[in-house]
């Protein structure tokens, strides 16, 4: 499982796209915007990173339920959608409600002898009700919050060594963000990015130790 060599204590895992498929909105978005569900998910996640990114740039953070919002808002008027209150409501409930990808709770009951641990943009108020409805077993979910910055801000991934009680040369990273493993990477971290898509790494100056097509082959 170490991809440097060095036995890892903990697992830290990325939790929006990662464990959580941020795209099973899809069917509340199709059922207001028939036709259209598919593309609103797709805008909707594109700003809801962009904003995290500008305003971790700008100095000017707001929690992630604050910034899913706006993205929503954005997302649906530049696709000339209506979008009541009623459906905001409906469709941000949906990221409390997230399912996992198929390999994530097989994978976590096979994954003993580390800590497993989540490090995420997501606000309290977002990660709690979705990881209280996945059932997955964690020692630790934390938040960028604590900060009042985004990822991929290095004080973001200190975060879980300080946390965790744990050096970060025994942390092994995992996202299916390229952005963010390589920026974990770059931190320090022994890093796994889950290409399940298939794409080309970004050139940031990095590489992940290992690229795996699914959670279960970090088990391999």
Not at 19 to 48: I, N, P, T, Y
Not at 99 to 114: E, I, Q
Not at 120 to 142: K, Q, R, Y
């Amino acid at each position: 499982m170490e991809p440097s060599g060095t036995k890892l204590q903990a697992l830290v895992f990325d939790a929006y796209g990662t464990l959580f498929d941020v795209h099973s909105v899809l069917s509340r978005c199709e059922a207001f915007f028939a036709g259209r569900g598919a593309e609103l998910s797709r805008l909707w996640r594109s700003k809801q990173l962009e904003y995290t990114w500008l305003r971790s740039l700008m100095g000017r953070y707001a929690p992630f339920s604050t910034v899913t919002r706006e993205a929503l808002a954005y997302a649906c008027e530049a696709l000339d959608l209506e979008l009541t209150a009623e459906r905001m409501e409906a469709l941000m409930s949906e990221y409390g409600m997230l399912a996992t990808f198929p390999d994530v709770v097989p994978a976590f009951s096979r994954l003993k002898g580390v800590k497993k641990a989540i490090l995420s943009n997501g606000s309290p108020d977002m990660l709690e009700p979705v990881v209280a409805h996945s059932g997955l077993a964690l020692d630790a979910v934390l938040s960028v919050d604590e900060l009042k910055v985004y990822k991929p801000t290095p004080a973001v991934y200190a975060l879980a060594v300080r946390k965790l009680n744990i050096g970060k040369e025994r942390i092994g990273f995992v996202s299916s963000n390229c952005w963010d493993a390589l920026a974990a990477k770059s931190y320090g971290f022994s890093v796994f990015w889950i290409n399940r898509a298939g794409a080309p790494v970004d050139r940031l100056g990095f590489a992940p130790d290992r690229i795996v097509a699914g959670l279960d082959e970090i088990l391999l």
